[in-house]
T-cell receptor
Framework: GAVVSQHPSWVICKSGTSVKIECRSLDFQATTMFWYRQFPKQSLMLMATSNEGSKATYEQGVEKDKFLINHASLTLSTLTVTSAHPEDSSFYICSARMGGEVYNSPLHFGNGTRLTVT | DAKTTQPPSMDCAEGRAANLPCNHSTISGNEYVYWYRQIHSQGPQYIIHGLKNNETNEMASLIITEDRKSSTLILPHATLRDTAVYYC??????????????FGKGTKLSVKP
């Protein structure tokens, strides 16, 4: 079945450094991927929509210069957290749709990346 | 967006059916109802979705009322591994949506031995 893979599954970095998270669709092509963030005991919040070959669309309140998204191929989207600070510590999750009609086919999620900024 | 309302928590005995309700009274005629679950520290897992007819797969059944204003997810024989937060989501089809999912708070289902 459809599989979305994220790497790394967890990362610890120092404040001020940048971290890159990869999201791959393993057995299908995804022109659109979605990036979510989840803080402890809260629900998932959509950060941005990643479109292959074009600029990402960011949700209100999400800084595009801080969360850089690159969707360079149909199977890979990357999220780079630049100049990370402790408040960026969170669970980052990507998702992609296998294909077909947008509203009648499910999004598949990766297993998330736990980012801890010290 | 068509918003959904779910109870914050539910308990279920192991081996019994778990019936999780969801209200979506503002749903539009062409909007689908999706169910996902999230086990602690993992990404959400797709369960099932439907438009107006009842649906069944290997994981669960989805019962949608005739007026489509509410639905129920049924796990026929709950196991301890079904303990998770269950999200009922109506996928928006308006405003240039690309089919992203807006997550509410969901229902925390606790399956007890």
């Amino acid at each position: 079945g459809a599989v979305v893979s994220q790497h790394p599954s967890w990362v610890i970095c120092k404040s001020g450094t940048s971290v890159k998270i990869e999201c791959r669709s393993l057995d299908f092509q995804a022109t659109t991927m979605f990036w979510y963030r989840q803080f402890p005991k809260q629900s998932l919040m959509l950060m941005a929509t990643s479109n292959e070959g074009s600029k990402a669309t960011y949700e209100q309140g999400v800084e595009k210069d801080k969360f850089l998204i690159n969707h360079a191929s149909l199977t890979l989207s990357t999220l780079t957290v630049t100049s990370a600070h402790p408040e960026d510590s969170s669970f980052y999750i990507c998702s992609a749709r296998m294909g077909g009609e947008v509203y009648n086919s499910p999004l598949h999620f990766g297993n998330g990346t736990r980012l801890t900024v010290t | 967006d068509a918003k959904t309302t779910q109870p914050p928590s539910m308990d279920c005995a192991e081996g019994r059916a778990a019936n999780l309700p969801c209200n979506h009274s503002t749903i539009s005629g062409n909007e689908y109802v999706y169910w996902y679950r999230q086990i602690h520290s993992q990404g959400p897992q797709y369960i099932i979705h439907g438009l107006k007819n009842n649906e069944t797969n290997e994981m669960a059944s989805l019962i949608i009322t005739e007026d489509r204003k509410s639905s129920t997810l049924i796990l026929p024989h709950a196991t301890l591994r079904d303990t998770a937060v269950y999200y009922c989501i109506v996928i928006t089809v308006y405003g240039g949506s690309q089919g992203n999912l807006i997550f509410g708070k969901g229902t925390k289902l606790s399956v007890k031995p």
